[in-house]
């Protein structure tokens, strides 16, 4: 059935073999790699100063209520949405069977894209005392970012959506692989949840209250928040997970039927969730409610997405010894059913009563943006970026040393902040413990969650190093063959060639 599919994908004439040019790969590669080391930084000093408070005290562009926000949204539109618009600029193309619309287009695109992040963080790091209300930043949960440089971002992503359309117009592959249904889903959901929680509602304001205001502006910025993960980072980290996987495993996708199953339902489903993180908050009881049902719902494409990602690599489990694009994709996949699993519990009253506001939901939260997405981006990048530069990775041994840092400092990282986190809500709930005992009794856990941030921290400059070194390194032009030869699965190419 597999093979069928393959075969229905292809073109009545196959087109003469395409060079991909991959300049704009490159380009998007780059901002992303550069805010990943920035942001990565400054969430690790965050986590430092949990123990010790007073860390860069005389700096005040380096106080805590100022680095957070820059880490939590520079890793997301910092790190995550060029990686994503690199690999975005790698697979469209050869799923389409044609070139990039536009190089140029594409590489003044991370131009405009890396422009709107340094200004952004810039205005959350040094905070100005203006009126101008396109410098000033908003205080709203992932929606800090100021409005000029959500007009940066938005001309970006426009540019983006431009090139990638355009792109996939031409294709001469007629039908649509599970990847491209994600990449463009992601592409069209981005923009409309994007639009809608950085509506510049200070521009419309009448009462100097401002356009969303009461229930209203917290009903918007949730369903913005909850959505920046679930139709922003999760098509995009999907699409690229369904490329890479097959890519990576040598094996064709388990079912094309059972990836769009999950893709609808996605999106039918996420919409609804976002008020499951005001659980005993001044909304109506009824929207809380639906909001708990549809979370328990979202198991559909989860479990869509999890069946078929370990259907497509039965009977290629031995590849995990060696293959480092298929660990991180894998151990992605285990976290994506965690991280769901968790969200969906958390929707309950009982739990939310216990873990909300707690470190508990930290802990969840970089499951899913750290331990799935940037996982899956990771691979993507070890698979994609060698064979843009048309050369070997520089070191397989520098990766999987990436992979066993990432992997093992996030589980000390995210389990410290879990047990912790859910002790803290016991704590916070029992009216006879001083607040202060709480914090003291979380001391120990912060200690091991820096610990596991400096893990991954590491972890991230080896990766940077390797790319690096693997664009710059003179090497001679290397084939397909000979790439996957280095990448230690020469034996399976050729026996399935």
Same mark, same amino acid.
């Given at each position: 059935?597999?093979?069928?599919?393959?075969?229905?994908?292809?073109?009545?004439?196959?087109?003469?073999?395409?060079?991909?040019?991959?300049?704009?790969?490159?380009?998007?590669?780059?901002?992303?790699?550069?805010?990943?080391?920035?942001?990565?930084?400054?969430?690790?000093?965050?986590?430092?100063?949990?123990?010790?408070?007073?860390?860069?005290?005389?700096?005040?562009?380096?106080?805590?209520?100022?680095?957070?926000?820059?880490?939590?949204?520079?890793?997301?539109?910092?790190?995550?949405?060029?990686?994503?618009?690199?690999?975005?600029?790698?697979?469209?193309?050869?799923?389409?069977?044609?070139?990039?619309?536009?190089?140029?287009?594409?590489?003044?695109?991370?131009?405009?894209?890396?422009?709107?992040?340094?200004?952004?963080?810039?205005?959350?790091?040094?905070?100005?005392?203006?009126?101008?209300?396109?410098?000033?930043?908003?205080?709203?949960?992932?929606?800090?970012?100021?409005?000029?440089?959500?007009?940066?971002?938005?001309?970006?992503?426009?540019?983006?959506?431009?090139?990638?359309?355009?792109?996939?117009?031409?294709?001469?592959?007629?039908?649509?692989?599970?990847?491209?249904?994600?990449?463009?889903?992601?592409?069209?959901?981005?923009?409309?949840?994007?639009?809608?929680?950085?509506?510049?509602?200070?521009?419309?304001?009448?009462?100097?209250?401002?356009?969303?205001?009461?229930?209203?502006?917290?009903?918007?910025?949730?369903?913005?928040?909850?959505?920046?993960?679930?139709?922003?980072?999760?098509?995009?980290?999907?699409?690229?997970? *369904? $490329?890479?996987? +097959?890519? !990576?495993?040598?094996? #064709? @996708? %388990? &079912?094309?039927?059972?990836?769009?199953?999950? /893709? =609808?339902?996605?999106?039918?489903?996420?919409?609804?969730?976002?008020?499951?993180?005001?659980?005993?908050?001044?909304?109506?009881?009824?929207?809380?409610?639906?909001?708990?049902?549809?979370?328990?719902?979202?198991?559909?494409?989860?479990?869509?997405?999890?069946?078929?990602?370990?259907?497509?690599?039965?009977?290629?489990?031995?590849?995990?010894?060696?293959?480092?694009?298929?660990?991180?994709?894998?151990?992605?996949?285990?976290?994506?059913?965690?991280?769901?699993?968790?969200?969906?519990?958390?929707?309950?009253?009982?739990?939310?009563?216990?873990?909300?506001?707690?470190?508990?939901?930290?802990?969840?939260?970089?499951?899913?943006?750290?331990?799935?997405?940037?996982?899956?981006?990771?691979?993507?990048? *070890? $698979?994609?970026? +060698?064979? !843009?530069?048309?050369? #070997? @990775? %520089? &070191?397989?041994?520098?990766?999987?040393?990436? /992979? =066993?840092?990432?992997?093992?400092?996030?589980?000390?990282?995210?389990?410290?902040?879990?047990?912790?986190?859910?002790?803290?809500?016991?704590?916070?709930?029992?009216?006879?413990?001083?607040?202060?005992?709480?914090?003291?009794?979380?001391?120990?856990?912060?200690?091991?969650?820096?610990?596991?941030?400096?893990?991954?921290?590491?972890?991230?400059?080896?990766?940077?190093?390797?790319?690096?070194?693997?664009?710059?390194?003179?090497?001679?032009?290397?084939?397909?063959?000979?790439?996957?030869?280095?990448?230690?699965?020469?034996?399976?190419?050729?026996?399935?060639?």
């Amino acid at each position: 059935m597999a093979i069928e599919q393959i075969k229905a994908m292809q073109p009545s004439a196959p087109p003469e073999r395409l060079q991909h040019e991959d300049s704009a790969v490159k380009w998007a590669l780059w901002v992303g790699l550069g805010y990943l080391v920035m942001f990565g930084t400054i969430g690790v000093i965050a986590a430092v100063k949990f123990m010790i408070p007073d860390l860069f005290y005389s700096v005040q562009w380096m106080s805590w209520s100022r680095i957070r926000p820059a880490h939590v949204q520079g890793m997301i539109f910092g790190w995550l949405l060029p990686i994503y618009m690199s690999l975005f600029y790698y697979m469209v193309p050869r799923l389409c069977g044609t070139k990039l619309y536009s190089e140029k287009l594409g590489k003044a695109t991370s131009i405009v894209w890396g422009i709107g992040i340094l200004i952004a963080t810039y205005c959350l790091l040094n905070p100005s005392n203006t009126t101008n209300l396109f410098l000033v930043t908003k205080g709203k949960e992932y929606e800090e970012y100021p409005i000029v440089s959500n007009i940066f971002l938005l001309v970006g992503w426009v540019m983006l959506m431009w090139n990638l359309c355009n792109t996939f117009a031409r294709r001469t592959y007629t039908q649509m692989y599970a990847a491209l249904w994600y990449v463009m889903g992601c592409l069209l959901w981005t923009a409309f949840v994007y639009v809608i929680g950085n509506w510049p509602s200070q521009l419309f304001s009448t009462d100097g209250v401002g356009g969303f205001s009461g229930l209203n502006d917290a009903n918007i910025n949730w369903f913005y928040g909850h959505s920046v993960v679930g139709l922003i980072a999760t098509p995009g980290g999907l699409g690229i997970a *369904y $490329y890479f996987l +097959p890519k !990576a495993a040598n094996s #064709p @996708l %388990y &079912s094309h039927k059972l990836s769009l199953i999950g /893709f =609808w339902t996605l999106g039918a489903i996420y919409i609804w969730n976002g008020a499951h993180h005001m659980i005993y908050g001044p909304i109506p009881y009824w929207l809380q409610t639906v909001a708990t049902i549809f979370s328990f719902l979202l198991f559909i494409p989860v479990l869509s997405v999890v069946t078929n990602f370990f259907g497509t690599i039965r009977g290629e489990w031995h590849q995990l010894r060696t293959n480092v694009p298929l660990k991180f994709i894998i151990a992605g996949t285990v976290f994506y059913f965690l991280v769901s699993s968790q969200g969906s519990f958390q929707a309950l009253r009982s739990l939310s009563a216990v873990v909300h506001f707690t470190d508990y939901i930290i802990g969840h939260s970089h499951m899913a943006l750290f331990g799935t997405f940037t996982f899956y981006a990771y691979a993507g990048v *070890y $698979y994609a970026i +060698p064979r !843009a530069f048309k050369k #070997p @990775l %520089y &070191s397989e041994g520098m990766a999987d040393w990436h /992979f =066993w840092l990432s992997f093992l400092g996030f589980i000390v990282f995210s389990a410290a902040l879990w047990v912790g986190g859910y002790a803290q809500g016991q704590m916070w709930n029992d009216p006879n413990i001083p607040f202060i005992e709480t914090v003291n009794f979380m001391k120990p856990f912060w200690h091991a969650r820096a610990g596991g941030g400096a893990a991954m921290l590491i972890g991230m400059y080896l990766f940077v190093w390797n790319m690096y070194k693997t664009a710059t390194v003179p090497a001679p032009p290397a084939t397909e063959d000979e790439i996957r030869v280095a990448e230690g699965r020469g034996a399976a190419a050729q026996a399935n060639a």
